[in-house]
């Protein structure tokens, strides 16, 4: 293959996916040319890591609609007309334009859709972060999505050549939800720049000592959007009850909505003195504060692909306590390389903390493991090869 084309969205998890996965495709000598939203800064294109992008002034940053389907359709075409594509990789929906204004069959391009969720998901999510009345209006929205997608006819996806799911457990419920596109789901677990996110003993002591945290303590870290979804109110109360919560400091990276709420219950609770909100952390910034902690928290109520968290801990060789929910289990091996527990199980959690905190020897060979797994199966160069791999296999069916 020499060129392909792929539609992202702003930072975010998915864009921290799709950046790593086309910085590594080009690398490989793949022409890449991005067609997505409306840049921030109004730029209209831009060149970065061999990567050319193309913004579309007229849609809305990081948003999804019929403005972009169309836009992103016609730039589409007539970039294929200048310089052909030989594929079309796609970000979750990005490219239902391309698919279902029929020019899939019309253009011959084969396109692969990454899948991050799906909707049955994301409204088990929604769901679940049900704290006050008018989150249901979003429980509502989704209900409305799920009724609409299953009401439109098997063909509406036929033209997809490929669906990749970031984890397994996505995989089967993609078979489930679509089993006419059985054959075409292929599992690209979530890779990470393993140079990048590793062990750096030396770096996490510095930075334990500008902010004032003992090497006695047992730091736990969360890092991630402050959304009720992902649970960090249940990281509060399981670090209320544990017995051992004075050697114990919760360090939480990220800004979201939740964290006024999350604030005033942590002084609540009495934990004022033992967590520390760092706000928001810069991406490249993330992995000295792996490095800086004992292990990695995710009790999270969301049903996603696969945390994007998740795999930078553990190929920074921290043991990790996450709910087994979603694409989770396709990363963390209980027992081996952290925790699995219920969702919204915060007993469990606490036990689990408990059993971390106790035991750093137990942490060390855990997050030797972490280390030693992702760096053979949650690589950036393992997803960038399997990518490849089944764009290779659907580019060679249209020839």
């Known amino acids: 293959m020499s060129r392909t084309v792929q539609e992202i969205n702003p930072r975010g998890g998915m864009e921290t996916h799709g950046e790593l996965l086309l910085t590594g495709l080009a690398a490989r000598g793949i022409r890449i040319e991005v067609i997505t939203t409306r840049h921030p800064d109004g730029l209209l294109s831009l060149e970065k890591n061999g990567v050319h992008y193309h913004f579309l002034a007229d849609c809305a940053t990081g948003a999804y609609s019929s403005t972009y389907f169309e836009k992103s359709t016609e730039l589409l075409v007539e970039r294929h007309t200048d310089q052909p594509f030989d594929a079309v990789l796609s970000q979750s929906g990005g490219a239902f334009g391309y698919v279902s204004r029929g020019r899939r069959r019309t253009l011959g391009v084969p396109v692969a859709y990454i899948m991050h969720g799906i909707t049955p998901w994301e409204l088990r999510s929604a769901r679940a972060a049900v704290a006050r009345w008018r989150d249901w209006i979003n429980v509502f929205r989704l209900f409305l999505v799920l009724v609409r997608e299953r009401l439109l006819p098997a063909h509406s996806n036929a033209d997809v050549d490929a669906m990749l799911a970031v984890s397994e457990e996505l995989a089967c419920a993609i078979r489930i939800e679509w089993p006419h596109l059985n054959e075409r789901v292929y599992t690209v677990v979530n890779g990470v720049d393993s140079e990048l996110f590793r062990p750096d003993p030396e770096g996490g002591r510095s930075l334990r000592t500008t902010h004032g945290i003992g090497d006695e303590e047992v730091v736990v870290l969360m890092a991630g959007r402050l959304a009720r979804?992902?649970?960090?109110?249940?990281?509060?109360?399981?670090?209320?009850?544990?017995?051992?919560?004075?050697?114990?400091?919760?360090?939480?990276?990220?800004?979201?909505?939740?964290?006024?709420?999350?604030?005033?219950a942590s002084r609540e609770l009495g934990l004022s003195a033992r967590v520390l909100f760092l706000g928001h952390v810069e991406w490249s910034l993330l992995p000295r504060w792996y490095a800086a902690c004992d292990l990695f928290l995710l009790p999270t109520l969301r049903w996603e692909g696969l945390p994007m968290s998740v795999v930078e801990a553990l190929s920074c060789g921290r043991p990790v306590i996450a709910s087994r929910i979603g694409g989770v289990p396709s990363a963390v091996m209980d027992?081996?390389?952290?925790?699995?527990?219920?969702?919204?199980?915060t007993e469990a959690l606490t036990e689990a903390l408990a059993r971390m905190v106790a035991d750093p020897r137990r942490r060390m060979e855990m997050g030797h493991a972490a280390r030693e797994d992702a760096k053979s199966r949650l690589s950036q160069e393992r997803m960038v090869e399997q990518t490849i791999e089944v764009l290779r296999r659907i580019v060679g069916k249209d020839a």
């Open 229 to 264: 979804e992902k649970g960090c109110h249940l990281a509060l109360q399981a670090l209320s009850r544990l017995a051992m919560k004075d050697s114990v400091r919760l360090v939480i990276a990220g800004t979201g909505p939740e964290r006024e709420r999350l604030e005033r």
């Open 335 to 345: 027992g081996v390389t952290g925790e699995l527990i219920e969702a919204g199980d």
